[in-house]
C-alpha cells in the first residue's frame, strides 16, 4: 500500500498524523489527516471506531485538524477521526477561479461531465476507498460515524442518509441542507453533474430525508449569526423534508454563532459524544 507519512504528533496522548496516498478512485496523489488515541490501546490490538469528517469549501484536511479543537474529546472516547481532503488536487486536476467550484469544493459527489468527471469522485472516494485503505492500514475498525461542515455537512448527510448500513450516526454544522436550490449548489451541479437536474436529487439531503431508506440518527448544529444561512444554508428546507417524512432530525440552532470553525470548536465535543453513544454501545 502507498501510504507516505507526512507528520505524527503527539496530541493527548494519542498521535495527530497526516498522510498522502495515490488515490485510484481520484486518479491523483491525495493527503488525509487522522488522529489515533492512545498507543497503549493499540498495542492490546484495540481497534478504534472511527468518526469521518468532512470539511467545506476552501478547506483542507488540516483546518478541522487545526482549529476544531476535537481530539481532547476523540481521546478520551477511544475514537479515531478521519479527516480527507475536500476534492481531488493537483496540476493535472481541473481547477475553477471560483472558490465554490473545484478544488477545496469537490461537493462529495461523482462528476459525470467533462471536465471533471475523470477526477471528481468524491463520492466514492469517501464511501469506498478511504475507509478500505483507513481499516487496512490503521488500528481503526469498520465502526464508523460521519461528520462534517457546510459543504462538508452536505457530503456527510449524502453520503450517510445513502448508505445507512456504513454509518451508525450522522452530525453536521452549518450544512448545505438543499443545494439544488441554493447558489453555491447549482453552479456545482450544473458543472459536475450537467443540466438535467433529475441527476441532483441524489445529492440533495433535503430531498434524500423525504424518502430516506434508514434512520440512522442525525444531529444538526446550526449558528444564527451565520451570513451563509437563508441563501446557502437553508436548514428549513431539511426540516420540512424530516417532518414530511417523520425522520426523526435533532436540529440545534445557537443565537450569536457564525459559519467559522469557531462554532465547530464550540461544539464538537456534544457532536463526538453523540456519535460516541451509537458507535461504542453494543460492540
Ligand atoms: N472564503 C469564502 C468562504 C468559505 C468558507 O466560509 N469556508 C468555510 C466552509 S464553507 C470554511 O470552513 N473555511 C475555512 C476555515 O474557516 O478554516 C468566502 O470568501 O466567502
Known amino acids: 500500500m502507498n501510504l507516505e507519512r507526512l507528520n505524527s504528533t503527539k496530541c493527548f496522548d494519542g498521535l495527530q498524523q497526516q498522510f498522502a496516498h495515490q488515490s485510484e478512485v481520484l486518479d491523483c496523489k491525495m493527503r488525509f489527516s487522522i488522529f489515533l488515541p492512545q498507543a497503549a490501546e493499540v498495542e492490546k490490538g484495540h481497534r478504534f471506531p472511527a468518526v469521518?469528517?468532512?470539511?467545506?469549501l476552501t478547506c483542507t484536511d488540516e483546518n478541522f485538524s487545526v482549529k476544531a479543537g476535537a481530539q481532547r474529546a476523540a481521546a478520551e472516547l477511544g475514537i479515531a477521526l478521519v479527516i480527507p481532503d475536500t476534492s481531488p488536487r493537483g496540476g493535472q486536476v481541473p481547477d475553477d477561479p471560483d472558490f465554490a467550484l473545484g478544488q477545496g469544493a469537490?461537493?462529495?459527489?461523482n462528476a459525470t461531465q467533462a471536465p471533471w468527471s475523470a477526477h471528481y469522485r468524491m463520492y466514492d472516494y469517501?464511501?469506498?476507498e478511504l475507509p478500505a485503505l483507513i481499516e487496512r492500514n490503521f488500528p481503526v475498525s469498520g465502526r464508523r460515524g460521519i461528520a462534517g461542515h457546510s459543504m462538508g455537512g452536505h457530503g456527510a448527510l449524502v453520503i450517510g442518509l445513502r448508505n445507512p448500513q456504513s454509518y451508525t450516526s450522522i452530525s453536521v454544522f452549518s450544512p448545505i441542507s438543499n443545494p439544488m436550490a441554493c447558489p453555491w449548489g447549482e453552479k456545482a451541479f450544473n458543472a459536475y453533474l450537467g443540466a438535467d437536474r433529475s441527476s441532483w436529487k441524489d445529492y440533495d439531503a433535503a430531498d434524500l430525508l423525504r424518502r430516506a431508506?434508514?434512520?440512522?440518527?442525525?444531529?444538526v448544529s446550526q449558528g444564527e449569526s451565520d451570513p451563509y444561512l437563508e441563501e446557502q444554508l437553508k436548514p428549513h428546507a431539511l426540516e420540512a423534508a424530516a417532518e414530511a417524512s417523520g425522520y426523526p432530525l435533532t436540529m440545534e440552532y445557537h443565537a450569536g454563532y457564525d459559519h467559522s470553525y469557531f462554532f465547530v470548536s464550540s461544539f464538537i465535543e456534544q457532536h463526538l459524544r453523540f456519535h460516541a453513544d451509537y458507535l461504542l454501545r453494543n460492540r
Open 126 to 128: 469517501i464511501v469506498h
Open 52 to 56: 469521518y469528517w468532512l470539511s467545506g
Open 213 to 219: 431508506p434508514g434512520k440512522l440518527p442525525v444531529l
Open 106 to 109: 469537490g461537493f462529495y459527489l
